[in-house]
Structures are given as structure tokens and as C-alpha cells.
């Protein structure tokens, strides 16, 4: 029989798989929009540098054949803090089926299997992300003049239409994480900052609220040393 100490850390080491399976079932997400009038929302909600991130991308699939996907877009930009904050672009990493196109309008565009920068882990991440689909608000998917960004506090809508050479009607239009993003004068440093967190249909990135391997092991000794004391006392 195992004993008191054993079952707690096994008790640890389990939630600890548990942990490791949020995250990677968050970071796996997908979304299929398959019906006109489909609707979810894509949210970036995140702190960095003094900074308050926190903006969303409401989608809604206003028509769909075969070859064209067309969506209404409401993009808001929450953020707050020093720095202004402004959202460059973000991007979709794997579009099914494979995208021929993408163009969007008021202020926007958007194009096909782009070079996301840095947006492979946090402010000047370690290396660039390949994205199916990039939709940026200046200059490019790489970001440009920040006045042509979305500033804090704005709502802008735009249409965003994406076209393919497999059938849309057949199975719909699936989107799936990493769900990249890029903001520009970022906190009290003022730099850019790029970020794979987002997530459709949530209240912030893959990794809110579940506990990280050190906290989990931090807890493992806790419980491990009250076990001792209650050893002792009883001896």
C-alpha cells in the first residue's frame, strides 16, 4: 500500500500531466465556420511591460460557396498602459482548405502564407511564423507606420474575403492555433511585441489559468513536508 507521502505526489505528478494536457489541447483549438451567420470571437488578453493587452476579433460568416468565404470582421482594441499599444496584425497559422487568396477592406488587407515576425514566443520571439492567413491594419504582416495601426480604445469593422481552389461549402472553413498577433510601442520600453496566445471564443490565451510545472512541484513539497510533520507529531 502506498503511503501518504507516495499518494500525494503521485496525486502531483498527475496533475502536473493534467496541466501539460490544457495546454495542449488550448494550443490545438480549431474553429470551423460551416453555416452563414456563424459566429466566434478571436481574443488576445495578455500583460507585458506595464502594458494591458487585451484585444479581439469578432468573425461572423456572412456568405459561402465552394470557392469564397466572406466575413464580417469587428476588431477592438482594449488595451491600455504606457505606450500606445497599437495592433499591427495577427494571423491565422493553419487555414483548411488551403487558401488561394485573402483581401479585406477599411483599412485593412491581407494575404496568404506569410512571415508573421518574431511571433514565435513573446517580444522579439526566437524566430519567425509561417501563417496561412495574415490580416494587418499598416504596411504588412511585419507591422509599419503605428498612426495606421488600431489604437487603443478603437472598433473598427471590415470585410475579410478568402478564396480557395479545394470546396468551402464541402466541409467549411476551419481555422487552427497558433493564433499569432503583433503590437507595436508596447509599454514602457516601447517596443514591439508579438504573441502566439490567442484563442477564439475565451477570455485570454491558451495558457490563463493553468498551472505551470514549477508551481505544481512547489505545491508537491508543500503537501510532502505537511505529510512529514504529521509523522512526526504522531510518532
Known amino acids: ?5 507516495q499518494r500525494v505526489l503521485s496525486s502531483v505528478v498527475a496533475a502536473g500531466a493534467l496541466g501539460f494536457g490544457a495546454i495542449g489541447s488550448a494550443q490545438a483549438a480549431a474553429v470551423t465556420f460551416d453555416s452563414v451567420g456563424d459566429a466566434s470571437t478571436l481574443s488576445y488578453v495578455l500583460t507585458w511591460d506595464g502594458a494591458s493587452l487585451n484585444t479581439t476579433f469578432a468573425f461572423s460568416l456572412t456568405s459561402l460557396t465552394s470557392s469564397t468565404a466572406v466575413f464580417s470582421v469587428t476588431a477592438t482594441n482594449a488595451s491600455s498602459g504606457p505606450g500606445q499599444n497599437a495592433l499591427m496584425s495577427f ?11 485573402a483581401v479585406a477592406n ?5 494575404g496568404v502564407d506569410l512571415i508573421l515576425p518574431g511571433s514565435g514566443g513573446g517580444a522579439g520571439g526566437p524566430g519567425a511564423n509561417r501563417v496561412d492567413l495574415c490580416v494587418y491594419s499598416s504596411g504588412g504582416c511585419a507591422g509599419g507606420a503605428i498612426g495606421g495601426g488600431l489604437a487603443e480604445g478603437e472598433v473598427n469593422v471590415f470585410q475579410l474575403t478568402l478564396t480557395t481552389a479545394g470546396d468551402f461549402s464541402a466541409s467549411g472553413v476551419t481555422f487552427t492555433s497558433p493564433y499569432s498577433a503583433k503590437w507595436q510601442d508596447v509599454g514602457l520600453s516601447g517596443q514591439s511585441y508579438e504573441s502566439t496566445a490567442g484563442c477564439f471564443d ?5 495558457e490563463t489559468g493553468v498551472p505551470e510545472p514549477a508551481s505544481l512541484a512547489l ?3 508543500a503537501l510532502l513536508g505537511a505529510a512529514a510533520a504529521g509523522r512526526r507529531r504522531r510518532g
Open 1 to 5: 500500500m502506498k503511503s501518504f507521502a
Open 91 to 101: 494571423g491565422i497559422d493553419v487555414v483548411a482548405p488551403t487558401l488561394t487568396g
Open 106 to 110: 477599411a483599412g485593412w488587407d491581407a
Open 202 to 206: 475565451c477570455d485570454g490565451g491558451p
Open 219 to 221: 505545491v508537491g513539497l
